[in-house]
T-cell receptor, first 112, second 113 residues
Framework: ETGVTQSPTHLIKTRGQQVTLRCSSQ?????VSWYQQALGQGPQFIFQ???????GRGNFPPRFSGLQFPNYSSELNVNALELDDSALYLC???????????FGSGTQLSVL | GESVGLHLPTLSVQEGDNSIINCAYS??????FIWYKQESGKGPQFIID?????DKRQGQRVTVLLNKTVKHLSLQIAATQPGDSAVYFC????????????FGTGTKLQVIP
């Protein structure tokens, strides 16, 4: 186990709705990043948070947003859901000075 | 463009044999490479990493080889076991202030008992 927990494990939404996914990082890890993994593909970087600030972003539109809290837990918010947003959303944590990522098991989001 | 690609989508190996999973990367600026294992229903699990100033690194039953001349990375698994069945991703990271890791598509390893 990596110590990174995500909730919920599965979620079904309809197009146009909004969703919030949650992540609790491993103890002592102050950096959290989010990835989207479509079926049969590798994870794609969405963004990273360090000390409650977004400090890196991949090629995702602004309707993908996030938060990091003082206890280093994190949320991923997606507005105006589209069918193509259906994917496994992964959270990974690490310390600021370590490049090794520890992933949670993900939230499987289905948009109908 | 930016890409990390794998040569084979599926690899079938007899139990006890050695497995070799290959990966090509395109960005010469990448300085850190990682192999992850992903089992069904789980997130990627770190296996082994290597920096660009090295060409070989060994772990427990696993070895990563890096050839910067041809931008090629490989993962060797010795004495492959049924528990090694999973999807394997190579990933790369360029120097920078944040942790953007670029993953390839993945290779599915099937171990035949």
């Amino acid at each position: 186990e990596t110590g990174v927990t995500q909730s919920p494990t599965h979620l079904i939404k309809t197009r146009g709705q909004q969703v919030t996914l949650r992540c609790s990082s491993q103890s002592g890890h102050n950096t959290v990043s989010w990835y989207q993994q479509a079926l049969g593909q590798g994870p794609q970087f969405i963004f990273q948070y360090y000390r409650e600030e977004e400090n890196g972003r991949g090629n995702f539109p602004p309707r993908f947003s996030g938060l990091q809290f003082p206890n280093y837990s994190s949320e991923l918010n997606v507005n105006a859901l589209e069918l193509d947003d259906s994917a496994l959303y992964l959270c990974a944590s690490t310390t600021g000075g370590d490049e090794k990522l520890f992933f949670g098991s993900g939230t499987q989001l289905s948009v109908l | 463009g930016e890409s990390v690609g794998l040569h084979l989508p599926t690899l079938s190996v007899q139990e006890g044999d050695n497995s070799i999973i290959n990966c090509a990367y395109s960005n010469s600026a990448s300085d850190y490479f990682i192999w992850y294992k992903q089992e069904s229903g789980k997130g990627p699990q770190f296996i082994i990493d290597i920096r660009s100033n090295m060409d070989k690194r060994q772990g427990q039953r696993v070895t990563v080889l890096l050839n910067k001349t041809v931008k090629h990375l490989s993962l060797q698994i010795a004495a492959t076991q049924p528990g090694d069945s999973a999807v394997y991703f190579c990933a790369e990271k360029r120097p920078g202030g944040y942790q953007k890791v670029t993953f390839g598509t993945g290779t599915k390893l099937q171990v035949i008992p």
